[in-house]
């Protein structure tokens, strides 16, 4: 995949949360966003704290949670409340997952981050195998194994 491919699939990935995101701001009163670390995620003073370096950070977008919201074509932008209101801009390409009330996925994606790109474009493409340190961390599970019947 050359850059320019990268950069529209990127774009096409934007438009589509955002579509998603224009249904559930009119119709649900409060949901769930899941974002993952990126470069252009702006947490306010607060950052990511301690695992959210590493596994992101569920936002609340509610009545309560959440106020001065806009959106574009490439950002969400509001404030949300922490200890103090935090002025948030959440690019669409940090958004993994969204969620209902009831904490049901509405949706997932994988996530691409414009940095991330560029490291790969340097390291191998993206459809090469991952380096071997990193498939050190990967577990598999054969699922294909039947399952024993259990005695009782």
Known sequence: MNQE??????????RFKKA???VLFSVCETFYIHCLPHSGLVMGK????????????????GPY???????DDAHIYCEMQFNAWERLTIPYGCIARMFDKTGQVLMHWNT???IE????????SVGEARPDKEKE???????????KDKKT
């Open 5 to 14: 491919e990268g950069n529209e699939l990127l774009a096409f990935n934007a």
């Open 20 to 22: 998603i995101l224009d």
């Open 46 to 61: 607060r950052g990511l704290l301690d695992r959210e370096k590493e596994e992101g950070i569920i936002l609340v977008f």
């Open 65 to 71: 949670s959440t106020r001065g919201l806009s959106w």
């Open 112 to 114: 691409f981050d414009q």
């Open 117 to 124: 790109a560029g490291a790969r474009k340097e390291n191998g």
């Open 137 to 147: 961390k990967v577990i598999e599970v054969d699922f294909s194994r039947k399952k």
